[in-house]
């Protein structure tokens, strides 16, 4: 006798978290997201169908393989993964599961899914300062470079992706939000906690929040204290010079 699963078919899509690395493309033209466990190797986009990692050719998800996306019903379980040292530079993800989907106790393994939110906590350096861009995490994939969220001081003088330039190269209208911590991270998923900045593709507007505009503007001043500091550097080394010649 062959056990049958059985079948929801629900009015809409249903709503999953997980984690993920946030990646830029080589040539700096797309932006997408690595998984931390398995499939980790195969970035993917806003929207994307998964794939076996075995090889093999069946429909994902398969009841008698472990292949297909994850993901957590409760947004709490999936912050809690970001508490792991190995995580700590890893961000949040709102998705909404697509395609046929396995339902467990504790989530979903599934075809497809959207990614709808991504929400960065605080810089992954370490500091423990609240994170207002990405920069390079100085690992990847093959045709990927790994993001890592930095706060105003780390992202000093490194080249760096603002939240609104990752949202509008991953397109879709993803929406990255800034927690800012633990506190805020818990807030910051629906439309009315901390502000998200929207993607330009598809037609979808950038809107600011309170809470971007204040990171947005010390990420820009400690990009003009640094540039000031490389200008009175020069000017020293210019009069140096010419006092010598």
Known sequence: MRLRLPEERPSEPPTGFKIAHPMLSQDGGSAGFTGVSLGGALPYGVLADAACVYGLRHRVPHRRCDCGFHCVHERSVAEGLL??????????????????????ER?????????RAVTVGVCGRGCGGPAVAFADAGWGRVGWRALAPVCAECGRGRGVVSFGEFARLAGGGVRVVSGGGADARRSGG??????????AGGGVGSAFGVAELVAEAAFLQARLDWFQAQLARLGERGSGGSGQG
């Open 190 to 199: 629906g439309g009315g906690g901390s502000g998200a900045v929207s993607g």
């Open 83 to 104: 508490c792991t040292a190995e995580h700590r530079a890893a961000v949040l993800l709102e998705v909404a599961v697509l395609g046929r989907y396995i339902r467990f």
């Open 107 to 115: 989530g979903f393994r599934y075809a497809r899914q959207r990614v």
